[in-house]
């Protein structure tokens, strides 16, 4: 799968994980301290954030692979910081950055508008929640009481990290450093863009 | 003894760490989760020498989430009958609910410190070095993250200087926090934009060194499994057989 990317690429991915590591480090603090005020809930509408790495590089790079790769470069990264949540978050990212790929794949890699990236977030939160589900246990909360956690964080992902993802991808591509990467190549013939 | 831990292999460590974790979770008692933290508690205790405050400092919010989820569970548990054992302001509890709650306030402790026990063994360098010869994790990967992680403190230091410039000119600081955090996307922009120059002027210098991302067989910093990492290994699954028996026992 890497052979066809660059070295360049690669650690792009690593140095953003970089970037968004520390931020998702900042936001699972405050994300616990909501917890024990709301409960599971608090962490529900944040989900979004946790996605978004994946999903810019992928809006970059366009390789298959990138979004997979980059969400778990990000947890690992936040384990080597060194965070209390430990090496299960290389887990949760692997879970995330799939559901992000697997929205990806479905379009076959060609498409990277607003609708696919915001369906990737939506991939990451149903794969994140399945996983969720299992860990950490809400099979003893109340159906309804789960069905309105998986409302929210599928929005949380459409919106935060599709939406979201999108706009920072864009703003990143009008400062200019983008030039010589995927995305930069295909806004200047407006195809697929 | 008190090395065993910082000294088990990274890949080993990690392999247990993530089927303990994976195991628990099948577990709704509350004893499996509770006999288990005992343990990797105990664990820690004898076979590291780590800094116990910073440790309970870790430990702070997880223990406030956990609380979350107790109290959560309790009013949003789902209805599995059982005796009322107590109400409170209209909500009855039940010893079924009672039990579920704690088993999952249990299993966040339980988690939490199995994770910050790895996080306080291992260097993070070698984490990385042993899933690459461990695991075979591809070095186009492995110096990749490493590349990044060495840009840690390049970014910190990046990051201060970015709102520095940008207060100088007359960037005002938001009051609100919500405001602060939709005023992130000043700093990450240039973040960002610096981060992908940086990106590109280190793997050209990678390359340029001779570097190709090629699988090796040889390494100047081989990390080794000795019959010591299958000795911690056995350890890890009979904690984890004795709580998962134990609790199944007790409950």
Redesign the interface.
């Known amino acids: 799968m890497l052979k066809s990317w660059k070295l360049k690429e690669v650690v792009l991915m690593s140095l953003f994980a970089v970037v968004f590591g520390i931020v998702y480090l900042l936001f699972v603090h405050v994300a616990n301290i909501w917890a024990a005020v709301i409960g599971p809930l608090a962490y529900e509408w944040m989900f979004g954030i946790w996605f978004i790495v994946s999903i810019i590089c992928m809006y970059i790079i366009r390789k298959p692979g990138a979004a997979f790769l980059s969400e778990t470069m990000a947890a690992a990264i936040e384990v080597l910081i060194g965070n209390a949540v430990g090496p299960r978050l290389i887990l949760t990212g692997v879970v995330q950055g799939l559901g992000a790929e697997a929205a990806f794949a479905l379009t076959g890699y060609k498409h990277f508008n607003i609708l696919v990236l915001m369906l990737a977030g939506i991939g990451s939160a149903v794969f994140s929640f399945v996983y969720g589900y299992f860990v950490s246990g809400y099979a003893a909360l109340d159906p309804s009481f789960v069905a309105l956690m998986f409302t929210i964080r599928v929005l949380s992902g459409a919106i935060i990290a599709g939406i979201g993802g999108k706009y920072i991808g864009d703003a990143l591509l009008a400062t200019g450093s983008l030039r010589g990467y995927a995305i930069a190549r295909t806004k200047k013939g407006d195809v697929n863009a | 003894m008190r090395n065993l831990l910082h000294n088990m292999n990274p890949s080993v460590k ?1 392999i247990a ?2 089927i303990s ?2 195991t628990i ?1 099948f577990f ?1 008692n509350p004893w499996t989760p509770l006999l288990f933290w005992v343990s990797i508690l105990l664990l820690q205790l004898t076979m590291s020498h780590i800094n116990w405050k910073l440790w309970l400092l ?2 702070l ?2 223990s ?2 956990a ?3 107790l ?3 309790v ?5 599995t009958g059982g005796t009322i054992i107590w109400s409170f302001a209209g909500i009855n509890v039940t010893d079924e609910q009672w039990a ?2 704690l ?2 306030s249990f ?1 966040v402790m339980a ?2 410190s ?7 063994t291992t260097d ?1 360098v070698k ?2 070095l042993s899933l690459m010869q461990q695991l075979k994790l ?1 070095p ?2 492995a110096y ?2 490493m ?3 060495q ?2 403190p390049v ?1 910190k230091d990046e990051f201060t200087q970015i709102q520095q410039a940008q207060r100088l000119r007359g960037a005002v600081v938001e009051k609100h926090s919500w405001q602060r955090i939709l005023s ?2 000043r700093v ?6 610096g ?6 002027r ?3 210098a ?2 340029a060194r001779g ?1 190709t ?1 090629e699988p090796r067989n040889a390494y100047y910093r081989p990390i080794l499994l000795s019959r010591m990492d299958f000795l911690m290994s056995f350890v890890f699954l009979t904690i984890l057989l004795t709580s998962c028996l134990g609790g199944i026992w007790l409950s």
Do not use: N
């Open positions: 990690f760490v993530t974790m994976l979770a709704f870790f430990m919010p997880f406030i989430g609380f979350g989820y109290w959560t569970t009013v949003f548990g789902a209805d579920h709650a088993s999952l299993r988690f939490s199995l994770s910050l026990m790895f996080a306080f993070p984490f990385i591809s186009k990967l990749g993250v590349v990044g992680y840009f840690l970014m992130m996307r990450l922009i240039p973040m960002l934009a981060a992908v120059r940086k990106a590109e280190s793997a050209f990678m390359e570097f991302g």
